[in-house]
């Protein structure tokens, strides 16, 4: 069901759908991560496009039935086009990446130095390292400007157009986008506040500048992801 534009209009545009259908609640930011005592950010890919290069040939790590992984693919089809990402994925697989089950896995196979660079959502790094300050593992965004790999994904709300609760779940919507709400997601899950004025957390860096502009309904385009997944083998 429609939300209301008192909703719509407490975030960016680009956090909320088109049509006023869903609304971002907060974001995660898709990001490599590595070792900091074998790799510094001056010898990591300079664009995501470079983690086919054969230099990465086995020192890759990806989790290729993880759904994040799934949506950022549905965003570089789009960007790219289907035969490139699908020769991009080739070339990627030619590299024998390890494959991983999902993110928090990479993220301590970093830390431990038996993966040089995992590609995982940021948040994860963060998570772990609240646990264990003296960590290895860091992450890295493509240092090109709007590099299809610095790609944003939203965890957002929506309201059911048959329920009978509509007024409490709006209520929930309006909270989620409140001041505290919007707090916890930085301070709390580290993640990227959807309403302007929200300080991040100290650890977790602006990216406005680096981040690529993508429509996120790509991101659930999953049919043709899964197909050439399956097609190469990785499913």
Do not use: C
């Amino acid at each position: 069901a429609p939300l209301p534009e008192s909703i719509v209009s407490q975030v960016d545009a680009r956090f909320a759908d088109p049509q006023g259908k869903w609304v971002g609640t907060s974001g995660r930011l898709r990001v490599l991560v590595y070792n900091s005592e074998k790799l510094n950010e001056e010898s990591l890919p300079k664009s995501i496009e470079e983690l086919a290069h054969p230099k990465w040939k086995g020192r890759i790590g990806w989790a290729p039935t993880n759904g994040s992984l799934h949506a950022h693919l549905g965003a570089l089809r789009h960007a790219w086009g289907e035969e490139k990402t699908k020769e991009w994925l080739t070339a990627v697989q030619a590299n024998e990446p390890t494959r991983y089950p999902k993110n928090s896995p990479q993220v301590a196979a970093a830390n431990e130095g038996t993966l040089d660079i995992g590609w995982v959502n940021h948040y994860y790094l963060h998570k772990i390292r609240a646990a264990n300050p003296e960590l290895k593992a860091a992450n890295y965004s493509f240092s090109t400007a709007e590099d299809a790999g610095n790609l944003m994904m939203l965890s957002g709300a929506a309201l059911v157009s048959h329920s009978k609760n509509k007024a409490d779940g709006q209520k929930l919507v309006d909270f989620l986008l409140s001041a505290t709400a919007q707090a916890y997601f930085a301070n709390n899950t580290y993640e990227y506040p959807t309403v302007a004025g929200i300080a991040l957390h100290k650890d977790v860096p602006p990216i406005d500048a680096q981040m690529v502009r993508a429509d996120q309904s790509h991101l659930t385009d999953l049919t043709g992801t899964l197909t050439a997944l399956r097609e190469l083998g990785l499913q």
